[in-house]
């Protein structure tokens, strides 16, 4: 059975970081992190494959960033210049004969 274990959300003021992992049980092409906020659809954030290509939502642009170590088949989101509209579940992804999601991680960003 496929696991993604998700950690580093919190709550943070406008203007501050926080950095998200996710750590699969298997190897995936494809691993990504999605968000929803209330009464929100869920929306793609950032994607990457295994070969390092990069996707980000435009609103994110230039503030997140996406990594990720395929030898501990980890992914990390780096989440720097945080708004208030960055609030919300933020989920990871990962792609392979199914999607898989992990649990959901909590980001709150304070005005």
């Known amino acids: 059975q496929v696991q993604l274990v998700e950690s580093g959300g919190g709550l943070v003021q406008a203007g501050g970081s926080l950095r998200l992992s996710c750590t699969a049980s298997?190897?995936?092409?494809?691993m990504g992190w999605y968000r929803q906020a209330p009464g929100n659809q869920r929306e793609l954030v950032a994607t990457?494959?295994?070969?390092?290509?990069?996707n980000y939502l435009d609103s994110v642009k230039g503030r997140f960033t996406i990594s990720r170590d395929n030898a501990k088949n980890t992914v990390y989101l780096q989440m720097n210049s945080l708004r208030p509209e960055d609030t919300a579940v933020y989920y990871c992804?990962?792609?392979?004969?199914?999607?898989?999601w992990g649990q959901g991680t909590q980001v709150t960003v304070s005005s």
């Open positions: 992804r990962a792609s392979g004969k199914a999607l898989y």
């Open positions: 298997g190897n995936f092409f494809t």
């Open positions: 990457i494959t295994s070969l390092g290509s990069t």
